[in-house]
């Protein structure tokens, strides 16, 4: 059987679009949803995916305001440009891109942050929120890929699924998702690592993988039932002399022998990665919804 791509980049855009709508009713009532993007320091990767926010933010007609401080910026100046943003009316989000500078202390800034402004979901009380069942800004990634499986039409209820890793970023709050008592859990999820014994034993009787390594080839072609859904998160640089930059980007599946038994997959470049900001874009909406006193 050879596998149906789930074009993230089309998912991303349809959603992107109902956004860019939902932004322009909600602008006829006054109400112009706003992002803050921090970014410290001068990281390359963290300069473009800033820049790619921000840019996104324009297309779909969100406020986003840029705070671009220098490297060795303090922990008090970098406070203090929080609580600034938390008590502004124009930003309903702010995104600190991680990571930050060694010399700053990371969770203390993302703790500061106002929960309700909290639209990439890493704050405690968020988690916990998420955990308990109670409604809360969804990290973006696993946000992004329940949206992807809802919208490709995959039975999540009584699945079986087998997350591949167990970072905060993705693996805990996919897996904490999928079992919700929810329209989109019910899942069984079963949640690997690397003290995992046998990992194929457990992906091979998942009905949906999702590989979230960060190590090509962790999925092979012989750890996948036929029929299974895969969605790989990874992404990873390998050497490729034939392309200019010197390397291409690729996933945790082996692809190419995957898409053979799997019947839904997601490639990589243009799964998963383009529903994260998406997803951050959609916090930021519903975010501003709720504080004008909508229903979100
Ligand atoms: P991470 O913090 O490095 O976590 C990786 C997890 O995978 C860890 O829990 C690790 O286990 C587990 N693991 C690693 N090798 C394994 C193996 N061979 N077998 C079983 N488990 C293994 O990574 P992350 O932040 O979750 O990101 C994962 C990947 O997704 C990365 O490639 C990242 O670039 C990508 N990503 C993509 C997006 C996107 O928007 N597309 C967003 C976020 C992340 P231990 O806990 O035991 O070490």
Known sequence: MAAKIIDGKQVAADMRAELKAETARLKAEGIVPGLAVVLVGEDPASQSYVTAKERACEEIGIYSDDNRLPADTTQETLMALVDKLNKDPKINGILVQLPL????NESAVLLAIDPAKDVDGFHPVNVGKMVVGEEAFL??????????????????????VAV????????????????QKSPTGNATVTVCHTRTRNL?????????????A????????????????????????????TKKSGFRLVGDVDFEAVSKKA??????????????ITMLLYNTVVSAKRAAGKKA
């Open 164 to 179: 591949v890793g167990r970072s905060n970023i993705v693996g805990k709050p996919i897996a904490n998702m999928l079992i």
């Open 200 to 212: 194929a034993d457990h992906v091979r009787r998942a009905d949906i993988i999702i590989a979230a």
């Open 139 to 160: 990290p973006c990634t696993p946000h992004g890929i329940i949206q992807l499986l809802v919208r490709s039409k995959v039975k999540i209820d009584g699945a079986e």
């Open 101 to 104: 500078p060694k010399h700053l």
């Open 263 to 276: 019947s839904l997959i997601t490639p990589v470049p243009g799964g998963v990665g383009p529903m994260t």
């Open 214 to 241: 960060g190590r090509p080839n962790t999925i092979t072609a012989d750890m996948v039932k036929e029929g299974a859904v895969v969605i790989d998160v990874g992404v990873n640089r390998i050497n490729d002399a």
